[in-house]
T-cell receptor, first 115, second 114 residues
Framework: AQSVTQLGSHVSVSEGALVLLRCNYS??????LFWYVQYPNQGLQLLLK??????LVKGINGFEAEFKKSETSFHLTKPSAHMSDAAEYFC?????????????FGSGTRLQVQP | GAGVSQSPSNKVTEKGKDVELRCDPI?????LYWYRQRLGQGLEFLIY????????KSGLPSDRFSAERTGESVSTLTIQRTQQEDSAVYLC????????????FGPGTRLTVL
């Protein structure tokens, strides 16, 4: 069975600082990997995804994530935080081997950006 | 174009009553998913439709939960004899097909069971 672990339910950074949100997955075969963002009172929006090819994936709003098979990780980063980045971020996987179409989500990390 | 829409946006009901939640996916999307998000938690998968069929119902928590999809479009999630633990935001998502395409999420229905 697949699982996703997001370390840190809350992360606080200063505006302009590096954002690092951690995601580790458990799967016998590297899955498809996603990061979604949920702004207050809004639906989930896809930030970026990894399916195949280059392991460094660039997404919207300056975010990027790197798939590291040896570490079973897919951490999300942004070089310089902006106040508008304050939101909840979810890492998710879907099965490359199981054919399971549904996403398995982590429990989420709430990002707070301090002025 | 129009995104995924869900109705109602909020639903308050009394324990023991039945509720129906509706999802209108993006036109042309053949795959449709229901998820549940309890307060402070991640999303839990409930059911997946490909067309009008549901090849994966593994996330439905009990037989009080059911869902159907008609016309390869609208889907309805029904919860019978609601319990307080059913309180959550119910999210619907659709994708172009079932092959790991991006899932587009609706705004959700917030269900409160008193």
């Amino acid at each position: 069975a697949q699982s996703v672990t997001q370390l840190g339910s809350h992360v606080s950074v200063s505006e302009g600082a590096l954002v690092l949100l951690r995601c580790n997955y458990s799967s016998s075969v590297p899955p498809y990997l996603f990061w979604y963002v949920q702004y207050p009172n809004q639906g989930l929006q896809l930030l970026l995804k990894y399916t195949t090819g280059a392991t460094l994936v660039k997404g919207i709003n300056g975010f990027e994530a790197e798939f590291k098979k040896s570490e079973t990780s897919f951490h999300l980063t942004k070089p310089s935080a902006h106040m508008s980045d304050a939101a909840e971020y979810f890492c998710a996987v879907s099965g490359r081997d199981t054919g399971r179409r549904a996403l398995t989500f982590g429990s989420g990390t709430r990002l707070q950006v301090q002025p | 174009g129009a995104g995924v829409s869900q109705s109602p946006s909020n639903k308050v009901t009394e324990k023991g009553k039945d509720v129906e939640l509706r999802c209108d996916p993006i036109s042309g999307h053949t795959a449709l998913y229901w998820y549940r998000q309890r307060l402070g938690q991640g999303l839990e998968f409930l059911i997946y439709f490909q067309g009008n069929s549901a090849p994966d119902k593994s996330g439905l928590p009990s037989d009080r939960f059911s869902a159907e999809r008609t016309g390869e479009s609208v889907s309805t999630l029904t919860i019978q004899r609601t319990q307080q633990e059913d309180s959550a935001v119910y999210l619907c998502a659709s994708s172009l097909d079932g092959s790991y395409n991006e899932q587009f999420f609706g705004p959700g229905t917030r269900l409160t069971v008193l």
